[in-house]
């Protein structure tokens, strides 16, 4: 009881303080939606659910980060060629950090989505993923949660070869339409957070298709419902928005008993896109995740995975 409590308040620790620095200094890249997956990850479990280490996490993150706002910067591509470059180096890090921690996919497809070059995002990123790491290890320090002990990840190079294979070829049919047709957010990046894990042989919720599909909708739908109802308040400050928003993310976890991290991402999301896409962010976010746990299941099928 007493670990759960610790690890719900350093989550909303965290994304407060994330939005409140956003707020008080205008700099909108400061909000780092994966943060609030991280927290998930790292608070709400009484684990780590990643096969990684703090000092990995760090190193990924920062170099993602990185790598995303110099692909918008320096690759003369279209938005779509751009953000499929970044998917396939993320899934190279990915694998070369012999890790499973797949949410720095969405470090790296982030910037090039929204079109980010303001190096604020990266320095955001690692400062917050340095400081969920921080928290996670203090609370392992106070015997709140289990000591994390890392394993790397070894895998077959011909099941890495052909699962990254399907992962691409997937992400750039589908973010090809998404993307000509402005409805960007069906591959928004913690959604291809989520495509990844749900294509790991391994993947638990695999087995919970439904429970992934409605969890990652009603987060997207919590966070664009609290940004337009709030934002008509005068004066009603962002903060407070992640706020009521980090709450309803808590409980959607505790109803489905599914710490699925992407989806606690997609909530903190609709705070950082433009106000005139909030409307529909819910719908192409609900339309995304359901073709890509369709596709994802399909290959396992293929597979014969179990789940």
């Known amino acids: 009881m007493k670990s759960t409590l610790f690890g719900r308040l350093?989550?909303?620790?965290?994304?407060?303080?994330?939005?409140?620095?956003?707020?008080?200094?205008?700099?909108?890249?400061?909000?780092?939606?994966?943060?609030?997956?991280?927290?998930?990850?790292?608070?709400?479990?009484?684990?780590?659910?990643?096969?990684?280490s703090y000092f990995r996490m760090i190193l990924v993150i920062s170099l993602c980060a990185l790598l995303g706002v110099l692909i918008v910067i320096f690759v003369p591509l279209s938005l779509w060629w751009q953000f499929v470059i970044a998917f396939v180096i993320g899934q190279i890090v990915l694998y070369f950090s012999r890790t499973s921690f797949a949410p720095l996919i969405s470090a790296i497809a982030l910037p090039v989505l929204i079109q980010t070059r303001s190096f604020v995002y990266v320095i955001a990123?690692?400062?917050?993923?340095?400081?969920?790491?921080?928290?996670?290890?203090?609370?392992?320090?106070?015997?709140?949660?289990?000591?994390n002990h890392y394993e790397p990840v070894i895998s077959n190079i011909r099941y890495v070869l052909s699962v990254n294979a399907f992962r691409v070829i997937s992400v750039a049919l589908i973010s090809f339409f998404c993307i000509r047709f402005d409805w960007r957010f069906?591959?928004?990046?913690?959604?291809?957070?989520?495509?990844?894990?749900?294509?790991?042989?391994?993947?638990?919720?695999?087995?919970?298709?439904?429970?992934?599909?409605?969890?990652?909708?009603?987060?997207?739908?919590?966070?664009?419902?609290?940004?337009i109802s709030f934002s008509s308040i005068p004066y009603f400050p962002l903060t407070m928005v992640a706020f009521v928003a980090c709450i309803c993310v808590q409980i959607f976890v505790k109803i489905f008993a599914l710490p699925f991290p992407p989806a606690a991402a997609m909530s903190v999301l609709a705070l950082l896109i433009p106000e005139s896409a909030v409307m529909f962010y819910p719908v192409q976010v609900a339309a995304g995740i359901f073709v890509l746990t369709i596709f994802a299941l399909g290959w396992r099928k293929i597979m014969n995975f179990e789940g």
Request: aromatic letters at 8%; one cysteine or more; charged letters at 15%.
């Open 10 to 52: 350093s989550m909303f620790l965290v994304v407060l303080v994330m939005v409140f620095l956003a707020e008080f200094t205008g700099e909108k890249e400061i909000i780092f939606p994966e943060v609030a997956a991280l927290s998930v990850g790292c608070f709400l479990t009484p684990f780590l659910v990643w096969k990684t």
């Open 186 to 227: 069906c591959v928004a990046p913690p959604l291809l957070v989520a495509f990844t894990e749900l294509t790991n042989k391994n993947s638990g919720a695999a087995k919970r298709p439904f429970s992934v599909v409605t969890l990652v909708s009603l987060c997207a739908l919590c966070g664009a419902v609290c940004r």
């Open 125 to 147: 990123a690692i400062g917050l993923t340095v400081l969920v790491c921080s928290l996670s290890l203090l609370l392992e320090k106070m015997h709140l949660k289990e000591e």
